[in-house]
């Protein structure tokens, strides 16, 4: 799956602020502004924000789960996992 390539706004397009705050909720990706033909600023949705975050939570994650194997921690099978957290949470 190809993501999109971040859309560009120059920074004299700025102006009408409705207009880029509609852009931005309506863009399913980041809106790159720019100044002078260089990138400055990214602009984008709270929702498209809280996506990329998560995923970024999540390969952090997933490496430092990598990391703790590779440094010869031994892996925890889902059923152990789920077991250790009930005991903890009691749920």
Do not use: H, W
């Not at 990706?29 to 602009?43: D, H, L, Q, R, S």
């Not at 996506?51 to 789960?65: P, R, T, V, Y």
């Amino acid at each position: 799956m190809t993501q999109p390539l971040p859309r560009i706004l120059p920074v004299n397009e700025l102006k009408n602020t409705a207009n880029i705050m509609k852009t931005c909720k309506e863009s399913p990706v980041p809106i790159v502004i720019t100044k002078n033909g260089y990138g400055e600023a990214v602009m984008m949705s709270v929702k498209l924000y809280e996506e990329m975050f998560a995923k970024m939570q999540a390969a952090a994650l997933i490496n430092a789960g990598i990391d703790d194997v590779e440094n010869g921690e031994k892996p925890v099978s889902g059923n152990e996992f789920f077991d250790a957290m009930r005991a903890k949470y009691g749920k």
